[in-house]
Nanobody
Framework: QVQLVESGGGLVQAGGSLRLSCAAS????????MGWFRQAPGKEREFVAL????????IYADSVKGRFTISRDNAKNTVYLQMNSLKPEDTAVYYC?????????????????WGQGTQVTVSS
């Protein structure tokens, strides 16, 4: 099993920045692609960004492209999401997730392991 714990959420004004972290423990050698998802109240969970096992490939949702940056440090078993130029519509609970293979995709069903989430609130 793999355990994922997110941190770094909080309240920020529009235009500000936050850096989310996701620390993995357990059978981390079984992790492949890692991603960030978010879920706003009353909405479905949506894909935000993913990074491949090696860190060499990243994919972003159109809504965050150019503002968010995903990265991973395999030595520390940690994935990051740097969020800049935040907007009120970025307000959501942000979840870290990991697959057990090397597929690259934004479907929630592809991800085997999930964190508990961290709240991000952007005020206008």
């Amino acid at each position: 099993q793999v355990q994922l714990v997110e941190s770094g959420g909080g309240l920020v004004q529009a235009g500000g920045s936050l850096r989310l972290s996701c620390a993995a423990s357990g059978r981390t050698f079984s992790m492949g692609t890692m991603g960030w998802f978010r879920q706003a109240p009353g909405k479905e969970r949506e894909f935000v960004a993913l990074v491949s096992r090696s860190g060499g490939t990243t994919i972003y949702a159109d809504s965050v492209k150019g503002r968010f940056t995903i990265s991973r440090d395999n030595a520390k078993n940690t994935v990051y999401l740097q969020m800049n130029s935040l907007k009120p519509e970025d307000t959501a609970v942000y979840y870290c997730a990991a697959t057990s293979d090397y597929r690259l995709g934004g479907q929630t069903g592809q991800y085997k392991y999930w964190g508990q989430g961290t709240q991000v609130t952007v005020s206008s």
